[in-house]
DNA sequence: TAATAATTTAGAACTATTCTAATCCGGTTG
DNA sequence: CAACCGGATTAGAATAGTTCTAAATTATTA
């Protein structure tokens, strides 16, 4: 069948990113990174990927999630952004790119990094090393027109 | 004496800033206000704050502190910035502009916003209106030259 | 001065996250 | 196949930052 070609080879992709990682193919990271890494980009919480992940039939505790997006994240298998003082967020999307943040119902739009040109960036502190540019667009819903 | 005059203005200054939001000037108002709107823009945190305004001898808890700073945002006299997902961080220059942060030491220093250019900035999602653009740059100390 | 409404407060409650120490694998070795 | 080893997982406790609550205080108005 199509449907489980598909999904064999996320699968597969899922076992090669972990063991590019030096991370052990355990049933929890299968589970996770089928999740995160079996379509297209995702924007988690890891509250909000546990519920995922316990309501698609996975057994596994919160602080495994919590443990496996840090190992991500150091991996460079997902990155963290930084919106809201209260919940730590991770974009699967690793490549440079920017974000929409719709701040009363926290979704999340992805911008091009080619459509945000940053110009003449000035040179930062000395001895200090530019490790990323985070670009959120904060916007919020319409008042309805009358 | 010129201290003295220098301080008079700038609890004026405060007054105005309270009047003008519709918050009765009470001393522990007052004495915040003091400290953020003093002299120079300023970087805090609720708790960085707080110990400031003890250190300064004012008598108030923490919950007015958490109180205060949230009235001053909401009246637009300081603004959040998004840095960490641990800490809400305000900042008194409420002007466009963004900032340089130092991940390992939690130092802010400001840029100018006309130093950066946003050039084409997409549409937003339909039906939603543009807030504000926060740019943020990550910095990490150099590893020391050999 | 009395009445009133807003403000402040201590401490409890809550939320997200991290820590801890015990248990559980998965892969190797004898 | 059994014993072993080190990493992975786990439940639950601990922590940090923030918000809530209800009572006491304070500023303003009458």
Redesign the pocket.
């Known amino acids: 069948m199509t449907r489980d070609r598909a999904e064999s080879a996320a699968n597969e992709r899922v076992l090669d990113m972990l063991r590019g990682a030096g ?7 299968l589970a996770l990174g089928a999740l995160l890494f079996g379509g297209e980009h995702r924007h988690v ?3 909000s990927l546990f519920d995922e992940a316990r309501a698609a039939g996975a ?10 997006l ?2 991500f994240r150091e991996a460079g298998l997902v990155r963290e952004v930084h919106l809201d ?4 967020w991770f974009d699967t999307n690793v490549g440079e790119h920017h974000h929409f943040y719709v701040e009363e119902s926290g979704a999340l739009v992805d911008i091009p990094a080619d459509s945000i040109e940053i110009k003449a960036l000035p040179s930062p502190p000395r001895g200090f090393a530019v490790e990323g540019v985070d670009v959120v667009v904060r916007v919020r819903a319409k008042p309805a027109r009358k």
């Open positions: 991370l052990k193919p355990t049933r929890q990271r919480s890891c509250e057994d596994l505790s919160l602080a495994t999630v919590y443990n496996t840090h190992q003082a209260q919940r730590r």
